[in-house]
């Protein structure tokens, strides 16, 4: 992993340590991006239907590793996937999505040299959220920002206003109406969503929906609405899913989690009181659970208690509450 400037904690979440040059001065210049592209410093990042390329390594020994494949032994995936979107330079290599979902899975893989004796060799089509938490970190972002990059770009092929097709950008980073008269850009997106950690002397809250893992208890979360500041939908969000009303909110870390759009800032917040009246349409169960009786659990590794998985920011917030770090 490189060097960089530490900016804050957010560093320390998974997909949240990045020292790619996004290069957002140059990549309005298409000549520039295309000597890029072509020559024997282009590399691509395949995506197929939300899957990245990657191998799987025999973990934890052999960690799943991005599998960054050069642009100029692998025409066939600038003739046949879409129009490649530039990420970023880094180590002298310059980095390009390239969205191969409009191909089935076995021509994917085919052109990618999945099977064949190439560096791609014993590769997949893997979910990051599976692979990601055992990955290199640098090489998660890298994934996690071609992934949302891509998701994005799907669904903005046609104007939101008029309906009109649109045309990519600054190498794919802005995609602008293709109707003269309307014109509109339409810029990369990201969802903010809020999660927080309550806690009320000694006690935090934490819920669980029913579709989640056996055992595994959260905190809460949701996504913030116009009009709202960010403290404002932690609050509102604690209160329809507890009854919990909460004051002193303190802004923790934030985190990439393009699964698919969204940017998650993690709180830590005080309860006024422990009363509880929780919303069990959106959630199975939540409760107070004290602090040494968490650590206990992690502990013994309870099956009928367990955090939330390492790679999420719910856990950093937990991690640093259960350390004393907060609250
Ligand atoms: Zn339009």
Known sequence: MS?????????????????????????????WLEAQLRGPLGRLVPVWRSRNLIDPGAPPE??????LLPAESHGALLERGDEPLFLGLHGGLAYFASDLSRLDQAEAEAICGVRA????????????????????REHGNLLAYARGMLTWRRRHRFCGVCGSETRPKDGGHLRVCSDADCATSHFPRTDPAVIMLVTYGD????????VWPPGMHSTLAGFVEP????????????????????HDVRYHSSQPWP????????FHARALS?????????????????????????????????????????????????AGRAG
């Open 203 to 210: 006690k935090c809250l934490l819920g669980r929906q029913k």
């Open 3 to 31: 060097d960089r400037l530490r900016l804050s904690r957010s560093d320390d979440n998974f997909y949240a340590w990045s020292t790619l040059d996004r290069a957002s001065a140059r990549r309005g210049d298409e000549g």
């Open 259 to 266: 699964f698919p759009t969204s940017l998650m800032l993690g």
């Open 227 to 246: 009009g709202e500041t960010l403290e404002m939908a932690v609050a509102r969000e604690v209160f329809e899913e507890s009854g919990v009303r909460v």
């Open 117 to 136: 004796e190439t560096e791609a060799n014993g590769a997949e089509f893997l979910d990051l959220r599976f692979t990601g938490p055992m990955m290199n």
């Open 274 to 322: 422990d009363e509880l009246d929780v919303n069990t349409e959106e959630l199975e169960m939540a409760d107070w659970f004290r602090r040494d009786w968490v650590i206990e659990q992690i502990g013994r590794r309870s099956e009928d208690f367990k955090l939330p998985r390492r790679d999420s920011i719910a856990r950093q917030l937990c991690e640093d509450w259960l």
């Open 62 to 67: 052999d960690p799943p590793e991005a599998v």
